[in-house]
């Protein structure tokens, strides 16, 4: 889940009322976001934007911040990142979270309508052969047919939906 700052405390306590701190990667913008989030609820798993370019200031900001490298997991972006990148993360013992697809618009306009079922495969597989272990998209049926993971109901998701974003089995618990 990514959130803007003006919801941050809202969304904490629904996630603690909701007592789903274990199920939650909570995508941050900044690791000040994080420390915020963390000071209300240091169980909550927090997912920082880590690329190759912000590495080395985030995990500078990380030295000072009150929470540990055990407490992350990286979201790198919705651009594919280099293999030594990923490894990198996973000497350190962090998770990386791969975007696909941002907007509706995005997904609309980008060449994964036209591919074949081959060429998705193989672009979502790509994503774990570099060493990317979370996929993350808002288009989750699509993503699990497509990997081959089987989806047997409707996907109650806590995401702050303050663009309009819509998509097929996903419920929201929050609209920002």
């Given at each position: 889940?990514?959130?803007?700052?003006?919801?941050?405390?809202?969304?904490?306590?629904?996630?603690?009322?909701?007592?789903?701190?274990?199920?939650?990667?909570?995508?941050?913008?900044?690791?000040?976001?994080?420390?915020?989030?963390?000071?209300?609820?240091?169980?909550?798993?927090?997912?920082l934007?880590?690329?190759?370019?912000?590495?080395?200031?985030?995990?500078?900001?990380?030295?000072?911040?009150?929470?540990?490298?055990?407490?992350?997991?990286?979201?790198?972006?919705?651009?594919?990142?280099p293999?030594?990148?990923?490894?990198?993360?996973?000497?350190?013992?962090?998770?990386?979270?791969?975007?696909?697809?941002?907007?509706?618009?995005?997904?609309?306009?980008?060449?994964?309508?036209?591919?074949?079922?081959?060429?998705?495969?193989?672009?979502?597989?790509?994503?774990?052969?570099?060493?990317?272990?979370?996929?993350?998209?808002?288009?989750?049926?699509?993503?699990?047919?497509?990997?081959?993971?089987?989806?047997?109901?409707?996907?109650?998701?806590?995401?702050?939906?303050?663009?309009?974003?819509?998509?097929?089995?996903?419920?929201?618990?929050?609209?920002?």
């Open positions: 889940m990514c959130i803007r700052d003006s919801y941050t405390n809202e969304v904490v306590e629904i996630i603690t009322e909701l007592d789903a701190e274990d199920q939650v990667r909570f995508i941050t913008d900044s690791v000040e976001q994080a420390t915020e989030i963390y000071n209300q609820n240091p169980e909550i798993h927090l997912g934007f880590i690329t190759p370019d912000n590495r080395e200031t985030v995990f500078a900001d990380i030295e000072v911040a009150p929470f540990t490298l055990d407490k992350i997991s990286a979201f790198t972006g919705t651009q594919p990142q293999a030594e990148f990923y490894a990198d993360l996973h000497q350190q013992g962090i998770v990386a979270i791969q975007g696909l697809f941002g907007t509706q618009e995005d997904f609309n306009s980008t060449s994964i309508d036209n591919l074949n079922n081959q060429q998705r495969e193989s672009l979502f597989k790509s994503v774990y052969a570099d060493g990317g272990d979370i996929i993350a998209s808002d288009y989750y049926r699509e993503t699990a047919e497509i990997i081959g993971y089987p989806v047997e109901k409707n996907l109650d998701i806590l995401l702050v939906n303050d663009d309009g974003f819509a998509a097929e089995g996903i419920n929201f618990l929050f609209d920002g």
